[in-house]
């Protein structure tokens, strides 16, 4: 019974991100709701999927859908996946909530339900079912580094990529309106702070291992 409703719930949370993200790449394909976003299709596609919120998201629904079928996979690439999504979605709720809620007005009712969904109630969801159910004994430090690599590279190509385009997804990292020295501070402590939740993660596993 605990196991069908483990998968049952992390099947659901999965589904949930899926469906969201399904609704706003949808939207963000057929309708440029900004005049300061892309105008094709096709750049549009590229700008949203550039955006931390979508892709820890993402993180999390593919390691919820993983546990779904296999509830103890103890695979190092779904660890580190499983991590990812964990820690990115608690950085994407305290970010949002904390400094972008205030500039960021979604145009319409469905927009923003779809926006309080990636960043307050699947947050939640996924980090209160990894609390109560695990599955745990999958963090260390070849994983948190694993984790910390795929950070670093979305970095290199948020930077890379905003070079050749002008489009970056934060206004904490623009570099046309706070230079560069300013944007990679403010890249860097986004990155300390993962590596701290991280291990914070870790802490609380080793914790519940010892109970």
Request: net charge positive; hydrophobic share 50%.
């Given at each position: 019974?605990?196991?069908?409703?483990?998968?049952?719930?992390?099947?659901?949370?999965?589904?949930?991100?899926?469906?969201v993200v399904g609704f706003e790449t949808y939207?963000?394909?057929?309708?440029?709701?900004?005049?300061?976003?892309?105008?094709?299709?096709?750049?549009?596609?590229?700008?949203?999927?550039?955006?931390?919120?979508?892709?820890?998201?993402?993180?999390l629904a593919i390691s919820c859908l993983w546990?779904?079928?296999?509830?103890?996979?103890?695979?190092?690439?779904?660890?580190?996946?499983?991590?990812?999504?964990?820690?990115?979605?608690?950085?994407?709720?305290?970010?949002?909530?904390?400094?972008?809620?205030?500039?960021?007005?979604?145009?319409?009712?469905?927009?923003?339900?779809?926006?309080?969904?990636?960043?307050?109630?699947?947050?939640?969801?996924?980090v209160l079912s990894w609390l109560i159910w695990?599955?745990?004994?999958?963090?260390?430090?070849?994983?948190?580094?694993?984790?910390?690599?795929?950070?670093?590279?979305?970095?290199?190509?948020?930077?890379?990529?905003?070079?050749?385009?002008?489009?970056?997804?934060?206004?904490?990292?623009?570099?046309?309106?706070?230079?560069?020295?300013?944007?990679?501070?403010?890249?860097?402590?986004?990155?300390?702070?993962?590596?701290?939740?991280?291990?914070?993660?870790?802490?609380?596993?080793?914790?519940?291992?010892?109970?």
């Open positions: 019974m605990c196991i069908m409703l483990k998968r049952n719930i992390n099947l659901f949370i999965a589904l949930y991100v899926l469906f939207t963000y394909w057929h309708t440029q709701l900004r005049s300061w976003q892309p105008v094709t299709p096709i750049g549009r596609m590229v700008f949203y999927y550039s955006f931390f919120t979508v892709l820890s998201n993402l993180m546990l779904a079928f296999s509830p103890n996979c103890n695979r190092f690439i779904f660890r580190v996946i499983r991590l990812n999504g964990l820690v990115g979605v608690i950085i994407t709720a305290v970010v949002y909530n904390s400094i972008l809620r205030g500039i960021h007005v979604p145009p319409n009712i469905f927009m923003r339900l779809a926006n309080e969904s990636l960043h307050v109630v699947i947050p939640l969801l996924g695990g599955p745990f004994r999958r963090i260390n430090f070849r994983v948190i580094m694993g984790s910390l690599f795929t950070m670093l590279i979305y970095g290199i190509y948020t930077f890379v990529r905003g070079f050749f385009t002008q489009y970056y997804p934060y206004p904490f990292i623009n570099v046309t309106k706070i230079g560069y020295s300013q944007a990679l501070i403010n890249a860097g402590i986004v990155i300390l702070v993962f590596i701290g939740l991280a291990y914070l993660l870790w802490a609380i596993e080793c914790l519940r291992r010892q109970k």
